[in-house]
């Protein structure tokens, strides 16, 4: 049986097609890959910044502690 011309030229489109969507995919993937790693990289960093905080907050409040632990049992008008 003789092959059939449009049936092998719409194959060949077709195929074509989706080596085409496959590829455009295939970039787009590349992209959200990279993309996803900036991100773990920028939550990397804010983390990092939210500890340095939390000590320095924690730095802050004991400082306050200390300095009203020495305010207690003074008098207001002894300066």
């Keep these: 049986m003789p092959e059939d011309p ?15 969507v496959a590829e455009q995919h295939g970039r787009e993937f ?3 890959k990279s993309d996803l790693t900036a991100v773990r990289l920028q939550v990397g960093n ?27 049992g003074r008098r207001p008008d002894a300066g």
């Excluded at 004991?62 to 305010?71: D, F, P, S, V």
């Design 6 to 20: 449009i049936a092998h030229s719409e194959l060949a489109a077709l195929t074509h097609r989706f080596e085409e």
């Design 46 to 72: 804010l983390d990092q910044k939210v500890e340095a905080l939390d000590k320095k907050i924690d730095r802050n409040q004991a400082q306050i502690i200390e300095l009203l632990t020495e305010l207690v």
């Design 30 to 32: 590349g992209i959200i």
